[in-house]
């Protein structure tokens, strides 16, 4: 494994924050990488030699792919992670990600989903600055509106792995998802809100319910934005006494019974599937 740690660490970029107009969205990095558009890019003749065997479906050495994504090549960074991947040793996973992201940045956004599949694996070991490295890349494809991407970090965001927990960023992601027709995700912002675990007007909850029930695909989410948009025209649920004492219901109007469990338009909702 000692030959390994000294050919898989690529380099990583310092960060140049950029501001965004959005309210609580921290600094993303513009850090998409166009130094190699083609073979002739390659500051070497035996860097464009690599390149054009790769390009023929020659096998390269692991050291020879990793000299190629050292210089900027997106193929032979996600080929060289994809290599470390394979070879199933926890210890190269930091590694393959930093490969993957190195190859994200330079617009490939097949780079994305082994780089999430990673780093929801759990304590990569990594240094802040790597992290933060990992994260922009992502955070780069979900402004742009990759889907996975987004999903991946407000997933990351609301946990508090890998990146730290974050729930206002996380909050901004649902949305941006939510308002490009992301039902799940509508939803979910929409049930954070109503049981006090989210801030969004209800102007714009009413309009992600009306998304919902005119666009979605299932009937059971349809019944479910109908419910709510109901509960929301009917005002605040009123306090529940039962026999054993009170049960204060939430904003959503599910009923919280003292055994833990649920009772209520959630509940229901669920069985439409």
């Known amino acids: 494994m000692a030959i390994l740690a000294g050919m898989a660490t690529p380099a990583v970029a310092a960060p140049v924050p950029l501001s965004l107009d959005a309210p609580g969205t921290p600094a993303v990095v513009k850090v998409f990488d166009n130094r190699i558009q083609s073979t002739n890019d390659l500051p070497t003749l035996e860097l464009r030699r690599l390149r054009r065997r790769m390009q023929d479906g020659d096998r390269l050495s692991f050291q020879e792919m990793r000299s190629l994504a050292d210089a900027g090549d997106g193929l032979a960074a996600f080929r060289y992670g994809q290599w470390l991947v394979e070879m199933d040793d926890p210890e190269v996973l930091p590694a393959a990600a930093l490969y993957f992201a190195s190859a994200a940045y330079t617009d490939r956004d097949y780079a994305v989903r082994p780089l999430i599949e990673i780093l929801e694996r759990g304590d990569l070991g990594m240094s802040d600055k790597r992290l933060d490295h ?131 338009i959630f509940a229901a909702g669920s069985e439409d599937g």
């Open 134 to 264: 990992l994260e922009n890349a992502l955070r780069a494809f979900a402004i742009r509106g990759n889907p996975h991407a987004s999903a991946a970090l407000a997933r990351f965001y609301e946990k508090g792995s890998p990146f730290g927990r974050h729930p206002d960023r996380a909050q901004s992601l649902l949305v941006e998802m939510a308002e490009a027709g992301d039902h799940e995700a509508a939803m979910t912002l929409v049930t954070k809100t109503m049981s006090g675990k989210a801030d969004l007007p209800e102007q714009r909850l009413r309009g992600l319910l009306g998304q919902v029930v005119e666009n979605a695909e299932t009937l059971g989410r349809k019944s479910v934005a109908k419910t709510l948009l109901r509960r929301l025209d009917n005002g605040p649920p009123e306090t529940a006494t039962t026999a054993g004492g009170t049960d204060a219901a939430d904003a959503t109007g599910v009923q919280r019974r003292e055994d833990g469990g649920s009772t209520g």
